[in-house]
């Protein structure tokens, strides 16, 4: 896996492990901050390994659909799940705005708890791509952070909201 690129995004929260699996993992919180400035509606959340997230992000009279398949849920610690853009009925296929977008990615979301605070870091690697995939996800990975960073800004409100 070391000679597939990875984007790595490292950051820490103001709140507790426990406030920040909560925005990770309630729907309701979820679909606020996943998928900034676009309405996020959340099909189906079934959180354990082989359960599946359905998530429809709509924008511009359009939805881009995409299903996170579960391979590991440790609360509190660690969210592993696959990431791929789907068709309306939730059936794996390429990516309609990005057709050499890697069919699938490996996501990894740990969480470590630091007193009041929480050092949450993402990563996305490549999952049975093709070099044509592959490639296709180095010249994108500029541009990941600015979406994750949008996200998270909402996600800090929201954890504002719980904290009170």
Same mark, same amino acid.
């Given at each position: 896996?070391?000679?597939?690129p990875?984007? $790595?995004?490292? @950051? ?7 406030? $920040?699996?909560?925005?990770?993992? /309630?729907?309701k919180?979820?679909? @606020?901050?996943y998928?900034p400035? &676009?309405?996020? $509606? ?5 959180l ?14 359009r939805?881009?659909?995409? @299903?996170? /398949?579960?391979?590991? $849920? ?8 696959h ?10 296929v ?8 890697? @069919?699938?990615l490996l996501?990894? &979301? ?14 996305? *690697?490549?999952? /049975?791509?093709?070099?044509a ?7 994108a ?12 800004? *909402? ?10």
């Amino acid at each position: 896996m070391s000679d597939l690129p990875e984007f $790595v995004l490292d @950051r820490e929260f103001n709140a507790p492990p426990a406030l $920040v699996w909560q925005a990770w993992t /309630d729907p309701k919180f979820l679909s @606020r901050w996943y998928g900034p400035n &676009v309405e996020t $509606v959340i099909h189906k959340f079934d959180l354990k390994p082989g359960g599946v997230w359905l998530n429809e992000m709509k924008m511009s009279g359009r939805s881009d659909f995409s @299903r996170m /398949d579960f391979q590991e $849920v440790l609360p509190e610690e660690r969210l592993v799940w696959h990431h791929a853009s789907t068709d309306a009925d939730w059936n794996v296929v390429s990516n309609p705005m990005m057709p050499d977008w890697p @069919r699938t990615l490996l996501t990894i &979301v740990t969480f470590a708890g630091t007193g009041n605070a929480t050092k949450v870091q993402l990563k996305w *690697i490549p999952h /049975d791509a093709s070099e044509a995939e592959i490639t296709c996800f180095k010249g994108a990975m500029d541009g990941f952070g600015s979406g994750w960073g949008a996200g998270y800004a *909402i996600l800090d409100d929201i954890l504002e909201e719980l904290k009170a």
